[in-house]
T-cell receptor
Framework: AQSVTQPDIHITVSEGASLELRCNYS??????LFWYVQSPGQGLQLLLK??????LVQGIKGFEAEFKRSQSSFNLRKPSVHWSDAAEYFC??????????FGTGTRLKVLA | NAGVTQTPKFRILKIGQSMTLQCTQD?????MYWYRQDPGMGLKLIYY???????DKGEVPNGYNVSRSTTEDFPLRLELAAPSQTSVYFC????????????FGPGTRLTVL
């Protein structure tokens, strides 16, 4: 069955530190992968997406993600976290027939 | 740009009551979606629409109905509210294909008591 796993429910980092959020997917074909961010009380906003081509994808707000087919992973990274990055982050895979499968989310806390 | 708007922001219902969650987008998007988000869970697709007059069920459609009479509007109807429908509801839209970026509304927090 198709699925998305985000193994970390909560992550805390200090401001200025690097960040990596993990995402593993299960999907038979070449996946379309997404990372969304949800700030408190807001809807989701797309950070970046991968369809094909270069496996390192650049997104907004200084985020990037790397698609690794051999590991079925699409981890999100940022070299230096800002306090405004505190939010919940969702990984998603397009499963066909207009449907997306979302992970359960990782809540990021940033320490000043 | 307003983008995707949802009303109301918050609502408390009693068991058995009905209500309509409103969703409007001003981007002329063909595709619209309704999701629910429960604590510690990802988003689950309730219904989607690929254009005016065309709707279809998602993963969790039971207890809900939708209509799409115009491109802009995609209301979600709860006929007999149940505590299991306590959740945050998000409407989203995308442009030409379902793999285009989805734009989300701010959500409606619904509590059924």
């Amino acid at each position: 069955a198709q699925s998305v796993t985000q193994p970390d429910i909560h992550i805390t980092v200090s401001e200025g530190a690097s960040l990596e959020l993990r995402c593993n997917y299960s999907y038979g074909a070449t996946p379309y992968l997404f990372w969304y961010v949800q700030s408190p009380g807001q809807g989701l906003q797309l950070l970046l997406k991968y369809f094909s081509g270069d496996t390192l994808v650049q997104g907004i707000k200084g985020f990037e993600a790397e698609f690794k087919r051999s590991q079925s992973s699409f981890n999100l990274r940022k070299p230096s976290v800002h306090w405004s990055d505190a939010a919940e982050y969702f990984c998603a895979v397009f499963s066909g027939t207009y449907k997306y499968i979302f992970g359960t989310g990782t809540r990021l806390k940033v320490l000043a | 740009n307003a983008g995707v708007t949802q009303t109301p922001k918050f609502r408390i219902l009693k068991i058995g009551q009905s209500m309509t969650l409103q969703c409007t987008q001003d981007m002329n998007h063909n595709y619209m979606y309704w999701y629910r988000q429960d604590p510690g869970m990802g988003l689950k697709l309730i219904y989607y629409s690929v254009g005016a007059g065309i709707t279809d069920k998602g993963e969790v459609p039971n207890g809900y109905n939708v209509s799409r009479s115009t491109t802009e509007d995609f209301p979600l109807r709860l006929e007999l509210a149940a505590p299991s429908q306590t959740s945050v509801y998000f409407c989203a839209s995308s442009s030409h294909t379902s793999t285009d970026t989805q734009y989300f509304g701010p959500g409606t927090r619904l509590t059924v008591l």
